[in-house]
């Protein structure tokens, strides 16, 4: 702990962002950085704890508490306050494999475990590992660093999200031929098209995964496997199958109405405007519009928040967000106290600029879609929407949300985007493979395993644990990747 007194005497600082109403003007990245001086300040914030809750990726009450990457935050934020950034780096690349990514998309589980947390602001970890990240990619400590010795095992991975590609890098690092394959043109997966450019740039992708190649990775793109290529052929060709596929399947609305023209689940939105956005800057015009639509967006989380920025940066005539929840409160409540994860309200980018464009937030809480309206062309035009209110099941004790009657109303809806998350693996990869699925429709292993019920398969992220934060899928890969080594080599050496 280099500064004892430093969360005392500095405050806490952030990089600045564009004002809304400039940034929504592009889909460029428009968080800022501080000067590297200011940033070593911040490091000096942090207290050095004798539980560091940052880092304990526990669960405490049903929610995790600190980075489950079990990042060493202490450390590297007393070497970030020392200027010592080669030493950071190293620290910080012991538990990650891609900093550049959790820095950008995390909400931040360490900041929001910080001690200082407690009784004022929490350290700013997470642009200290976005600082630590982007210097050691300037000054050039990141090298290729091919492994020496090569074992003569090789392994597949299928899909190249988070988890693959943890699972990739690990697994390349120890010695044993890894090929990805990736069903979409280019290799990213949830990064790459769930995630929009104004959150992470695909350069930042690319740069990654041109470093994993020339340290011997071979990416193979425009390959569906289950279907283009068969699962014998696989497991014929390696010595080891990693199915790290996402869970795909999105979640549907069930309304009379629903099979009106306009209405896309919003992970097909994200996707047709960043494939467009890279083919060609939206000159090909192959995306789904939303310009002068009335956008209605089903669901809230991550996703919903980036279908409103998307559809802002569109141009949408009017964005409203539909939540079935009833609004969080503005600061904690009593019953959930730090280290907790907060269960706060929480404006992101998306909101603060729905605000800032037309004036008010466009979330619409404890409401839900009751019929999909179409016009005479068979396309979308209107929604009714109903409010709800939380009912308890007396035989159950089990609390609902249900209609109330006498609430419903009708808004204007040309364009409707459902974002109520993602219901488990798509079956044609899980049928393919031969392997278990346990009751979510997730890819069965016994508690803390990786091994599947198929023979030499192995699966993590989403595909295993359900859809949930990109620091869970880099670890379940790092984890994935040790079974596997531990199951070709008789042992492992990783972390």
């Known amino acids: 702990m280099g500064k004892p007194t430093g969360f005392l005497e500095y405050e806490r600082k952030v990089g600045e962002c564009a004002a809304p109403l400039e940034r929504i003007k592009n889909f460029r990245e428009f ?36 980075c489950p990457l079990q990042n060493l935050v202490p450390e590297w934020n007393d070497l970030v306050y020392s200027g010592n950034w080669e030493k950071a780096y190293a620290r910080l690349n012991k538990t990650n494999c891609f900093p550049e990514f959790t820095s950008r998309v995390c909400p931040a589980l360490c900041e ?29 400590m990141i090298q290729p660093r091919p492994p020496k010795v090569r074992t003569g095992k090789t392994v597949a991975v299928v899909g190249s ?80 199958v990693v199915l790290c596929c996402g869970a795909s399947n999105p979640r549907d609305i069930q309304a009379p109405g629903r099979e009106a023209k306009g209405i896309y689940f919003a992970v097909d939105f994200l996707t047709s405007v960043t494939k467009s956005l890279l083919d060609s800057s939206l000159r090909d015009g192959e995306y789904i519009d939303a310009k002068d639509r009335h956008v209605v967006v089903i669901g809230g989380g991550d996703t919903g928040n980036d279908c409103v920025g998307t559809a802002i940066r569109l141009g949408a005539k009017t964005v409203t967000q539909l939540e079935m929840m009833p609004k969080a409160p503005d600061e904690r409540a009593e019953d959930n106290p730090w280290p907790q994860w907060p269960k706060v309200c929480k404006t992101d980018y998306g909101q603060e600029e729905a605000i800032a464009v037309y004036g008010h937030d466009p979330r619409v809480y404890q409401t839900t879609v009751k019929e999909f309206v179409k016009d005479k062309e068979g396309r979308i035009c209107k929604l009714k929407i109903v409010s709800l209110e939380a009912k308890e099941n007396p035989k159950t004790g089990r609390k609902s949300m249900e209609p109330v009657e006498g609430t419903e109303r009708t808004i204007p809806a040309d364009l409707v985007l459902i974002a109520a998350g993602f219901l488990g693996t798509q079956g044609y990869v899980a049928d393919a493979f031969h392997v278990e699925l346990d009751s979510r429709s997730n890819v069965y292993t016994r508690q803390g395993d990786y091994q599947t019920s198929a023979e030499r398969v192995f699966t993590a992220g989403d595909m295993h644990r359900g859809q949930s934060l990109v620091v869970w899928a880099i670890r379940e890969g790092r984890e994935a990747a040790r079974a596997v080594d531990e199951s070709l080599m008789g042992y492992s050496n990783l972390k």
């Open 31 to 66: 968080h800022g950085n501080l000067p590297k001086t200011e940033q070593q300040l911040q490091g000096a914030r942090c207290m050095a704890c004798g539980v560091p809750f940052c880092q304990a990726g526990v669960m405490i009450a049903g929610m995790v508490s600190g």
């Open 112 to 140: 929001a475990a910080c001690t200082c947390n407690l009784n004022g602001e929490p350290v700013s970890t997470k642009e200290n590992e976005r600082a630590i990240i982007e210097n050691a990619w300037a000054s050039g």
């Open 161 to 240: 999200g988070p988890a693959g590609l943890a699972a990739a890098a690990q697994l390349n690092r120890r010695g044993h031929q890894v090929t990805v394959f990736e069903r979409h043109d280019r290799v990213g997966g949830l990064l790459r098209y769930g995630i929009p450019n104004m959150k992470l740039e695909k350069k930042i992708i690319d740069r990654r995964i041109a470093l994993m190649e020339s340290e011997g990775v071979t990416f193979v793109t425009g390959v569906d496997v289950g279907r283009d290529k068969k699962s014998k052929e696989l497991l014929d060709e390696f010595d080891r």
